[in-house]
């Protein structure tokens, strides 16, 4: 089942209103070692605070006395729990942001920051996990794939994950994380059947 938004996010918030001192929205960020602030009123979100916007005041002896409503950023871009987490990782990239509030209704429901995806795509891709990595160029579609992953079944290769990059002319390389294993014979076998194997390099058959 895929992941969405609910299974990641972090519901444990620390908020401020538009009335607190910039100040003490800076000792709350330092102290819980976060970058981001939701800004709501009567539980409502109304503005999200990032370190970024704090910057003048550290900076600026003159905004010293700046409120948290001065500073925000109201042009928000929001989720809801059931928003998919590619959607959302997505969302990131696009919009150049470091988070995205997480809202149910018109009630703030959770938050979820560019470290919570990369978490989630570190676990998803195993990096953390002892691998063999075997990256295969690919030309058709996914008959085309599904004869890489049977030709590394049949030699006990088990998948723990797989990403797929676009290459010149149609074609496609799979990336597959494998149990550690050796991976010659799969290296040999996929050569035979016409497979070009990017990494790891092995002798000819």
């Known amino acids: ?7 990641i996010m972090s519901t444990q918030l620390v908020t401020v209103t538009r009335d607190e001192p910039a100040r003490r929205a800076y ?13 709501v009123a009567e539980g409502r979100l109304v503005g999200i605070l990032s370190d970024r916007d704090l910057r003048p005041v550290l900076l600026a002896p003159g905004l010293a006395h700046a409120t948290v409503g001065e500073l925000m950023s109201e042009d928000l871009t929001t989720i809801t729990p059931d928003t998919p987490v590619e959607d959302a990782a997505s969302l990131l990239v696009v919009k150049k942001i470091g988070c995205l509030p997480v809202v149910e209704g018109d009630r703030l429901a959770g938050i979820v920051t560019e470290t919570d995806l990369l978490a989630v795509l570190v676990e998803l891709l195993g990096l953390l996990t002892q691998s063999t990595r075997l990256d295969v160029r690919v030309s ?3 008959a085309t794939y599904e004869q890489v992953v049977e030709i590394v079944r049949q030699h006990q290769g088990r998948i723990l994950s797989v990403g797929a990059v676009p290459a010149a002319a149609g074609e496609t390389v799979f990336s597959l994380r494998l149990e550690p294993c050796d991976v010659r014979p ?4 996929l050569t035979r059947a016409g497979f ?4 790891p390099k092995v002798g000819a058959p």
Not at 27 to 39: A, F, N, Q, S, T
Not at 186 to 189: E, I, K, R, S, T
């Open 1 to 7: 089942m895929a992941l969405s938004v609910r299974d």
């Open 27 to 39: 000792d709350l960020m330092r102290d819980r070692r976060i970058r981001h602030l939701p800004v």
């Open 140 to 142: 058709g579609g996914p």
């Open 186 to 189: 799969l290296v040999q076998a």
């Open 196 to 199: 070009e194997v990017l990494s």
